[in-house]
């Protein structure tokens, strides 16, 4: 009798020990199988009518026309101008340029089309603030879109300071 019980006890850690490792190969099997996306690799669209941080409705990129009559809220105040300035240097130079004046002037600009230079009087003339704003929250044909990592507000102040930055 007491072999019978040993064995019993050994058929049921047998068949333990089996279900644990098949759950460890599946999961296992299944980190290796999935999908990796390291940060920024891939830049997902906002959904249709979804609504910022700051507040506003973001209109897609195909009614452009209609985002570039929206008018600037903010007057181009120093401060207006500085907070710009602050975010352009975060999101904006790497591609851009400190200055603005596109190129291969931004370090990640050498590895992908050159981005135009935003200090040239005609494309400051051709570009109203409604647009600009729009290029930044919802993104162009190679522009990522920043709408989640700045407020609607934020963007208008580094339209701003692309006013600020014109070449006279």
Known sequence: MKYVFIFT???LGAAGGLMGAAVVVRWSDNMTQTARILPGERVFRMPA???PRGG???????QRDVAARQPNPLRASADSIAIGRQHFGTFCAPCHGAEGKGGVTGPVATKFIPPPDLTHPELQKQRTDGYWHSYIVVGGAVMPAYG???????AWHIVNFLRSIAQK
């Open 9 to 11: 006890l050994l058929i």
């Open 49 to 51: 009518g979804g609504v």
């Open 56 to 62: 506003e409705l973001v209109i897609p990129k195909e």
């Open 148 to 154: 989640e990592a700045l407020s609607s507000h934020e």
